[in-house]
């Protein structure tokens, strides 16, 4: 008998030690969606926002990449700012 047969997905990674990780990934994507969508509203191109924030193409497109996890709150309180969006919400 399959011992995964009934469980969440949430368990199953849980269970492999990969919840962290999975969690995390999901949040960078829902981020980077977010603020390709106010760039999209804003018409704004990745150069367009990188000089609203006073930085690099490259910290732009990290911005926008959903596996790269390493961009720091500061990075995207710039992007907020300079998107007039909120991006970030304290539970």
């Known amino acids: 008998m399959n011992k995964h047969v009934g469980a969440t997905l949430e368990s199953f990674f849980e269970e492999i030690g990969e919840l962290e990780d999975v969690e ?16 999209e509203r804003k018409k704004l191109t990745q150069t367009d926002l990188a000089r609203a924030m006073s930085t690099s193409r ?24 300079a998107l007039g969006v909120r991006l970030l919400r304290v539970a």
């Not at 829902?30 to 603020?35: G, H, P, Q, R, V």
């Not at 910290?59 to 700012?81: E, M, W, Y």
């Open 24 to 39: 995390l990934l999901t949040q960078k994507k829902l981020l980077a969606d977010k603020i390709q969508q106010a760039m």
């Open 58 to 81: 490259t910290v732009v497109h990290r911005l926008l990449d959903p596996r790269d996890t390493g961009i720091t709150l500061s990075t995207i309180a710039r992007a907020s700012k």
